[in-house]
């Protein structure tokens, strides 16, 4: 297929928009409201071309064979020039002195494009004021050209519905939930809007005042500034004018750094460049991450003060009596290696244990057990992986063979299904949720949740399950089993692909509908409905997270959805799949690079003769054989006085491992114990000395994300004081230990990994580089699999298996003295226990401490209001907080948000694991609840989204635009083609 563009021929794609045809051509035209992530939103008129005589808008119009398309005709330039005038009607340019001026000003450039020296229709002022009221970004209504990019943004890939245009108003504005301050609206700060606006009407307030060279004056020398530019714009024209600026935007590339990073808090790997100046963070800019795109949520687009903070540790510290000094590096490591090499020879290798931190880099981690292994000579090596995903990891092995996802955000995307099971993920992976939000509301996607709260998913959900807690491996055996039994099952695809089917059948029989509706407590004609259309539909993908790891039956909860997806197909074709969500941003890369126990990185096993023997020869020295001790394990073998060192890095481990007080009082046993920090966090309390890393901006490395997508990301600022990257924090204890490493730059560690790790065999920093990515398994060649099991399984004769399960009561169940349900998580604006989240001040603002979220129903029963501070005590502690009645919880249930280190949850979790990974069963908690009498304020403030009431619509609407008696289409002639 091809069309003509000014005389030329040039190929097109079948179902092309017209606009993106043209610009691959290279022919410029104007274009102002189109985004191609968003798609034609057809507000701006600016692109009017000619299609065989008629006039036309090009991002409306789909490309089709044999169009004859010009651009530079007399009536497609007086269109667009037209429709632009109308732009310039609502907008001042002032570019020199505005903090948007950095080259990539969609109206400034759309002005040199035509040309512009004079505008026809003056610029007029709305009569509204700026609204400041988000702690994060601004509105200018006197600056906005109504392209509605931003609604757009926010109603459809978003997905808050938060932002809309009543083009019906006199005088049109971008409007919060109707006509609300943004700061009292239902906007979760995700940022999307203020990086598709095309001007400065939305803009970060961090570069209010910081971007520019003139942009710091006051407002009225800003004024002033201003008004001369209008003064000489009749007489000197525009294109003086903006030579002027495009000098001072030139000027600003000396100062403004951008800088490509990955996002440092949850496992969706969104990746964006970093604008600084110094170590000021002017804004997080996300422009094609393969992950994200132009997404973002409020921690990856605001939440980076904390790499500023004031508290930051910056020096090494070293532990005096009851408090800490100050200590040079030198003094520091020296006591470490003094101290390790002391236990080491006292009580052996095993003695020793070492925790990787997910928020850390692949390199670091696999460093971190190589001087596990190598130097000191223990396997007491693991990450936090153990406390949320080694469940899912296991339940895939058990399976189809990879821990990992099957498929990739995409697959998520054009899934005619997606089931969510034990996953708030609108708050805990908010990009990834707003591209099932996104196909659900837009492509006829279906949505399946199974929660315990009625959180956003499910209230978006065509179905909503809340089971019993516990009880999900029962209505999924329940569903596989009716799906089986009732010929919706892909038998071709099992006879195929999949073994021990005929145990795995049997193993079904106590899972009828009626025994999983009992259990569930679910109606048999939902679980009926659930079945019929899971088989019915056009590709299923299942997410789940720590709703399902954190019990008892974690791993095995984990391979029910993985068995559902066998017996209905929905493995090896793109749209199906397993979708285990990871949590923290590297939290399966640590586990990749052999941050655990029993494996070296790859998985490939430590007790394994071969595997070890490559290993000893790569490193040259003798490693221990057998598997190490996992970090539940850990606490134990302190408790019985085993273990009596640890070096823990990034990772706080006294508030998020469950159990928090028995936790404590292991690490307070322990004879020496180092942490590796940013910040003096709760962990640091009990070590003997402290060492100050570096965050993510101020270190290079990858981080591999919960699509498997290993991504590069670079050091945007030096390390703050003494403090140091952690790669070369372990390397320097490692030589001081005799190991001789000589890395010098994060590449050359994964240099050495590559080779002894076929997952990823062919990694290398220049397949990686920029925004380039690679998801494993990636062979020598640097292909990369996005998609899982295209092929075959992940087993020696490339079939999958069928796991049998069998259902166990959870533990730690009520009774008359503990007698309710307490259920806990994330929350969208905090990370965890907030370490890194409390020092973003506008976060703290919006949620400012954690809270109980109490039924409706119990507030009555007990006399609780929104605001009374209750104490909840379990079998293993207590905490307080303040209660908040909502209907996301119901009956007995509570919910508790884990961002707290005052009032942590976990001192009300117990040491209960599941089975297979010893993952603990966070998530199985029993308490009772005492109503302390004083009734506070509401722990939510008013800003926070929740009270905000969103507006949904269908995009921009623009069709109510062209109704307005003053719309008339620039030029003549318009003519709409066909619209996509
Ligand atoms: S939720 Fe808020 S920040 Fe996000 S796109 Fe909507 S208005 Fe903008
Ligand atoms: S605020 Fe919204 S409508 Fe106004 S210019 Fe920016 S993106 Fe366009
Ligand atoms: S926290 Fe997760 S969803 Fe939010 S920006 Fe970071 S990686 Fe993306
Ligand atoms: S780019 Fe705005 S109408 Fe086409």
């Given at each position: ?11 097109i ?68 020039r ?19 001026n ?16 004079h ?14 009221s ?9 600056q ?12 459809n ?7 809309s ?32 606006c095309?001007?400065n ?9 910081e ?9 009225p ?68 991450g ?24 910056t ?47 692949n ?13 000191i000579?223990?396997?007491n ?36 299904l ?28 279906k ?20 089971p ?19 010929g ?23 899972f ?56 209905t197909?929905n ?39 071969a ?15 057998k ?42 046993k322990?004879?020496?114990?180092v ?13 003997d000395?402290?060492l ?20 590069r ?63 494993w ?13 295209t ?57 400012p ?16 209001k ?22 996301r ?22 040491s ?29 403030p008013?800003?926070n ?21 003053d ?7 318009l ?6």
């Amino acid at each position: 297929m091809s069309f003509t563009i000014n005389g030329k021929t040039q190929a097109i794609t079948p179902g092309e928009r017209l606009i993106d045809a043209i610009n691959r051509s290279c022919v410029e035209i104007p274009q102002v409201c189109y985004h191609p992530q968003l798609g034609p939103i057809q507000t701006c008129d600016t692109c009017m071309v000619e299609v065989d005589g008629k006039l036309v808008r090009a991002c409306g119009t789909v490309a089709v064979d044999g169009m004859n398309v010009v651009t530079e005709s007399a009536r497609a330039d007086a269109a667009q020039r037209a429709a632009f005038d109308r732009i310039l009607g609502n907008h001042l340019l002032y570019c020199t002195v505005c903090d948007n001026n950095n080259g990539n000003c969609t109206v400034h450039n759309t002005t040199k494009l035509l040309a512009v020296e004079h505008q026809e229709i003056p610029y007029k002022a709305k009569p509204y004021e700026v609204d400041m009221s988000n702690p994060f970004y601004r509105y200018d209504p006197d600056q906005c050209i109504l392209c509605g990019r931003c609604v757009e943004a926010c109603q459809n890939l978003q997905v808050n519905e938060t932002l809309s245009i009543r083009w019906e108003d006199p005088h049109p504005r971008v409007l919060w939930d109707g006509g609300a301050p943004i700061g009292e609206s239902s906007c979760v700060s995700c940022g999307h809007c203020v990086t598709v606006c095309p001007c400065n009407a939305l803009m970060e307030k961090s570069m209010l005042g910081e971007a520019g060279y003139f942009t710091a004056l006051s407002k009225p020398a800003l004024n002033g500034m201003i008004d001369v530019v209008k003064g000489i714009e009749p007489e000197l024209g525009y294109g003086a004018i903006l030579q002027l600026s495009e000098v001072e935007a030139t000027m600003r590339e000396s100062h403004t750094k951008k800088t490509k990073t990955v996002c440092t808090y949850c496992g969706v790997g969104c990746s964006f460049d970093i604008w600084t100046k110094g170590r000021h963070i002017l804004k997080v800019e996300p422009t094609h991450g393969a992950a994200n795109g132009v997404s973002t949520c409020i921690k990856g687009k605001f939440g980076w003060d904390y790499v500023n903070s004031a508290d930051r540790l910056t020096k090494p510290l070293i532990r005096e009596g009851e408090g800490f000094r100050e200590a040079s590096w030198d003094e520091a490591l020296g006591l470490v290696v003094r101290r390790f090499a002391e236990i080491k020879a006292a009580n052996g290798p095993d003695a020793l244990a070492f925790i990787s931190s997910s928020k850390c880099t692949n390199e670091e981690s696999y460093l971190m057990q190589k001087l596990a292994r190598a130097v000191i000579g223990t396997n007491n090596m693991d990450n936090c992986s153990r406390y949320c995903q080694a469940p899912a990891t296991t339940g895939l092995f058990r399976t189809v063979g990879y821990g990992g996802d099957s498929g990739s955000i995409s697959d998520i995307e054009q899934a005619g299904l997606v089931v969510i099971i034990g996953s708030n993920t609108a708050e805990s992976h908010p990009v990834l949720a707003t591209r099932v939000k996104r196909s659900h509301k837009l492509h006829g996607q279906k949505l399946i949740v199974s929660d315990l709260r009625e959180n956003e998913m499910a209230r978006r959900a065509d179905v909503f399950l809340h089971p019993r807690p516990g009880t999900d491996l029962i209505w999924l055996s329940a569903v596989t089993r009716y799906i089986l039994e009732n010929g919706l099952a892909k038998q071709e695809f099992i006879d195929k692909w999949v073994n021990g089917a005929a145990e795995y059948i049997k193993s079904l029989e106590p899972f009828t509908m009626e025994m999983a509706s009992e259990r569930c407590g679910l109606p048999i004609e939902t679980l009926t409905k659930v079945a019929h259309m899971i088989a019915a539909a056009d590709g299923v993908c299942v997410l789940w997270a720590m709703g399902v790891t954190q019990h008892i039956m974690g791993s095995d909860t984990s391979t029910a959805i993985s068995n559902l997806l066998l017996a209905t197909g929905n493995y090896m074709r793109p749209g199906t799949g397993a979708y285990p969500l990871r949590g923290h941003n590297n939290v399966q890369g640590a586990s990749d690079h052999g941050a655990m126990p029993n494996f070296f990185p790859g998985y490939q096993k430590v007790d394994d003769p071969a595997i070890r023997a490559k290993f000893e020869k790569a490193w040259n020295v003798t490693l221990p054989p057998k598997p190490g001790l996992d970090n539940h394990l850990m606490i134990d073998a302190i408790q019985d006085g085993r273990l009596k060192s640890m070096y823990v890095f990034g990772e706080e481990m006294s508030m998020v491992d469950s159990n928090a007080n028995y936790v404590g009082d292991a690490l307070s046993k322990l004879d020496f114990f180092v942490v590796q920090e940013i910040f003096f966090t709760e962990t640091c309390r009990f070590a003997d000395v402290i060492l100050p890393g570096a965050p993510s901006l101020e270190k290079e490395g990858t981080f591999t994300s919960t699509e498997r997508r290993i991504q590069r990301l670079y050091r945007a600022m030096e390390p703050l004081g003494e403090s140091r990257p952690d790669w070369e924090i372990i390397q320097d204890i490692a030589n001081r230990l005799g190991a001789g490493w000589k890395y010098e730059h994060p590449s050359q560690i994964y240099e050495e990994i590559a080779p002894l790790t076929p997952l990823m065999a062919g990694v290398t920093y220049e397949r990686l580089e920029g925004y380039k990515t690679l998801q494993w398994p990636v062979a020598e060649d640097g292909s990369d699999q996005p998609l899982l099991y295209t092929k075959q399984f992940k087993f020696p004769d490339g079939k999958a298996n069928f796991f049998p399960l069998t259902w166990y009561e959870p533990s730690n169940q009520q009774d008359a003295e503990y007698d309710l349900h307490l259920n806990n998580g994330r929350l969208l604006e905090h990370f965890h226990e907030g370490n890194m989240t409390y020092r973003t001040e506008g976060i703290r603002e919006k949620t400012p401490c954690t809270f109980i979220e109490v039924s409706p129903e119990l507030a009555i029963e007990r006399g609780i209001k929104t605001g009374s501070w209750v104490q909840l005590t379990s079998r293993y502690g207590k905490v307080r907080a303040q209660a908040v009645i909502t209907t996301r919880v119901t009956g007995k249930e509570l919910y508790m948000p884990m961002n707290s280190v005052d009032e942590p949850v976990n001192r009300l979790t117990s040491s209960y694991t599941d089975k297979a990974t010893h993952t603990p069963a966070y998530k199985e908690t029993s308490v009772q609840l005492k109503v302390l009498g004083e009734v506070g304020e509401n722990p939510l403030p008013r800003t926070n989204s929740r009270f905000g009431h969103p507006t949904p619509q269908k995009g921009v609407e623009v069709e109510r635009k062209w109704k307005r008696g003053d719309y008339s289409q620039p030029g003549n002639g318009l003519v709409q083609i066909k619209t996509q």
